[in-house]
């Protein structure tokens, strides 16, 4: 249980709260779990965790131990690094389920066998979509992988392309936080 005011409403649903994980590389002496990645901003004093250079996906698991529980509330601030194409097409049709890379961004999953909770996608540029179905953007058409349902968001760091017309080769969005309201 929490105690603390600021997670005993969290959701704005009265706790008790229990929290699983905590990941705030703002806070001094903040490090990345096992398995992520620590890159930074040192202009901007802008610290993060990302996934693993040498691999498509790094995983950390959170255990809850044996509590039981009804609901799960959380935040996810992320930022973006270079092009990202969301929930993009794949070559390979194995890639649509919950344990490949379906995402450029994370997935939030909980229990064995692992279920959906939250992906939150990350696309290219708010004006081009990046193969994610968001309302600014009806002329892409892409398909959500059907565990994800309706319990995605989907956002982009930057505004326009880049006007060489290369997604990839963007530096990290340190200025526009994703997933951030």
């Known amino acids: 249980e929490c105690s603390n005011r600021s997670i005993s409403t969290l959701c704005g649903v009265r706790g008790p709260w229990r929290r699983v ?9 903040a490090v990345c779990p096992p398995g992520l990645r620590e890159a930074s901003n040192e202009t901007l004093g802008i610290k993060a965790c990302g996934r693993s250079v040498d691999r498509q996906c790094s995983s950390v698991d959170f255990p809850t131990g044996m509590s039981s529980y009804t609901q ?4 996810v601030r992320g930022y973006q690094d270079g092009g990202n194409n969301a929930f993009g097409p794949s070559t390979n049709p194995n890639l649509a389920n919950l344990d490949s890379p379906y995402v450029d961004g994370i997935s939030i999953t909980r229990g064995s066998p692992r279920q959906h909770v939250w ?6 540029t708010e004006s081009r979509g990046g193969f ?4 600014n953007n009806p002329n892409v058409r892409t398909e959500v992988p ?5 319990d995605y968001y989907c956002e982009s760091g930057f505004v326009n392309p880049l006007s060489d017309g290369r997604p990839y080769s963007r530096p990290t969005s340190w200025r526009d936080p994703l997933w951030d309201g």
Do not use: K, L
Not at 21 to 29: L, Q, V
Not at 72 to 75: E, Q
Not at 119 to 124: D, E, I, P, V
């Open 21 to 29: 994980a905590h990941i705030n590389m703002s806070e001094e002496g």
């Open 72 to 75: 799960i509330c959380g935040i």
């Open 146 to 150: 059907d565990f994800v349902g309706d």
């Open 119 to 124: 992906t939150y996608a990350a696309r290219s």
């Open 132 to 135: 994610c179905p968001c309302a």
